[in-house]
C-alpha cells in the first residue's frame, strides 16, 4: 500500500508479484499487435456463422461466451443440421486443451493474486497475449496486470470482427460461387500447417488422418473430429519417452 | 435478431467447458505434475484437430477443394500467415469452379 493509499494505481514494488492499472495499460498497448490478426479471425468466424445459419447476437454471443477462435470453427462444422451439445462440448475441450499448458505456466505468476485478478486474466487469455505475457515474465515482469491487459484489445477486436463478419456474410448470398464454403476447410489446413513445426508432431498427425477418414465413414462429423483429436493425443502420449519411471536397473 | 433456446444452452455449455480449460490447468497443477506424455499428448490434439475438419473434405475427391487444399499449404509454408493463406485457398477454389462451370 502506498502512502496516498492508491494502491491499484502501481505496483509498490518492481520486485513483487503485484496486478496494477499501469501493467493492464502496458499489455494494452503491446496487444495493439496481437489484435489485427484477431480481428481478421473473427470476420473469418462471422462470415461462416452467417453460412451456418447463426443469427447476428448468436454468433456474436458464441465469439463472447466461449472466445476460441479454432474450436469454434470446428464447431461451427456441425451446426447447418441439429446443434449436437456432447460433442461441441468435447470438441471445445480438446481444440483448448492446450490452454491447461498455458494455466498451468501462469500458476507462478498469477497464484499470489486475489480471485477477481487471476480468473479474469484466465477469461481472456489467448495463445498470442500468453506468448507475449510469458515472455515478459521471463524478462523479470512481475505485474500481472499485463496478462489482462494484452488480453483485451484481443478480444475485442475477436468480438467487432465478428459482427461484421456476419454482417459481410449476410450480405454474400452465391457463397458457393466465391468459394466462401472453403473458408473453414482453409483456416483450419493454414492453422494445421503452424501447429505442425517439429518431427514429433508427424506420427500423431498421421494417426489423426487415418482415424478421421476412418470415422468420417461410420459416424457423425463432430465425432470425426473428436476421434481425431483423441488418435493424434494417444499417439503423441505413447511416442514420448515416460522418463518419470526411469531409474537405474 | 434472434437466439434459440437450444442455442443459449449449446452456447453456455462450450463457454463453461472453454472456461474450464482456461482455469483448470492452473488450478491442477496443485495437484497434478504435467509429465511429458501428458504435456507432449496436449500439444498433438490442436493439429489433430484440424486434421479431423479437413480430412473428411479432402477424402470426398473434389478438383476444386483439393486444388484449395494444396494451395493454402503452399501460401502458409511460403508466407508464414494463416489469414492471407485461408483467403488464396477460398480464392482458388472459386475460380476453379467457375472453370469447371465454363469446360461444362
Given at each position: 500500500m502506498t502512502s496516498d493509499g492508491?494502491?491499484?494505481?502501481?505496483?509498490?514494488?518492481?520486485s513483487r508479484i503485484c496486478f496494477s492499472r499501469a501493467g493492464i495499460l502496458a499489455g494494452f498497448a503491446a496487444g495493439q499487435a496481437l489484435a489485427a490478426g484477431v480481428f481478421t479471425f473473427g470476420v473469418a468466424f462471422g462470415v461462416l456463422a452467417a453460412e451456418a445459419g447463426l443469427s447476428s447476437l448468436e454468433a456474436t454471443l458464441m465469439s463472447g461466451v466461449i472466445y476460441s477462435g479454432s474450436a469454434q470453427l470446428a464447431v461451427l462444422q456441425d451446426w447447418?443440421?441439429?446443434?449436437?451439445i456432447l460433442p461441441a462440448v468435447v470438441t471445445i475441450l480438446m481444440m483448448n486443451a492446450r490452454y491447461l499448458l498455458y494455466g498451468a505456466a501462469l500458476r507462478p505468476w498469477?497464484?499470489?493474486?486475489?480471485p477477481h485478478q487471476t480468473y479474469p486474466a484466465l477469461f481472456f487469455l489467448g495463445d498470442g497475449n500468453w506468448a507475449l505475457s510469458m515472455k515478459r515474465y521471463g524478462a523479470?515482469?512481475?505485474?500481472?496486470?499485463y496478462v489482462l491487459g494484452s488480453g483485451l484489445p484481443m478480444y475485442a477486436s475477436w468480438l467487432v470482427g465478428t459482427v461484421l463478419g456476419h454482417a459481410a456474410g449476410s450480405a454474400i448470398i452465391t457463397l458457393e460461387r466465391f468459394g466462401l464454403d472453403f473458408m473453414l476447410v482453409a483456416f483450419s489446413t493454414a492453422l494445421a500447417i503452424d501447429f505442425c513445426?517439429?518431427?514429433?508432431?508427424i506420427l500423431p498427425a498421421v494417426a489423426a488422418l487415418a482415424v478421421a477418414i476412418l470415422c468420417n465413414h461410420v459416424a457423425p462429423s463432430g465425432w470425426t473430429i473428436v476421434a481425431a483429436g483423441l488418435a493424434g493425443a494417444n499417439v503423441a502420449f505413447f511416442l514420448r519417452r515416460d522418463t518419470s519411471n526411469e531409474r537405474q536397473a | 435478431m434472434s437466439v434459440r433456446p437450444e442455442f443459449m444452452l449449446a452456447v453456455f455449455a462450450m463457454g463453461i467447458a472453454s472456461f474450464a480449460c482456461r482455469t483448470g490447468g492452473f488450478l491442477l497443477m496443485r495437484f497434478v505434475p504435467i509429465t511429458p506424455r501428458v504435456e507432449a499428448a496436449l500439444r498433438a490434439m490442436p493439429l489433430a484437430v484440424m486434421i479431423g475438419i479437413v480430412a473428411p473434405v479432402a477424402a470426398k475427391g473434389q478438383l476444386a477443394e483439393l486444388t484449395g487444399i494444396v494451395a493454402v499449404a503452399v501460401v502458409m509454408k511460403i508466407a508464414g500467415n494463416d489469414f492471407l493463406a485461408a483467403l488464396t485457398g477460398v480464392a482458388v477454389v472459386a475460380i476453379v469452379r467457375s472453370a469447371g462451370r465454363l469446360v461444362i
Open positions: 492508491r494502491s491499484e494505481q502501481r505496483c509498490e514494488s518492481p447447418p443440421g441439429e446443434p449436437l498469477l497464484a499470489p493474486l486475489p523479470n515482469e512481475l505485474d500481472a496486470g513445426k517439429a518431427r514429433a508432431d | -
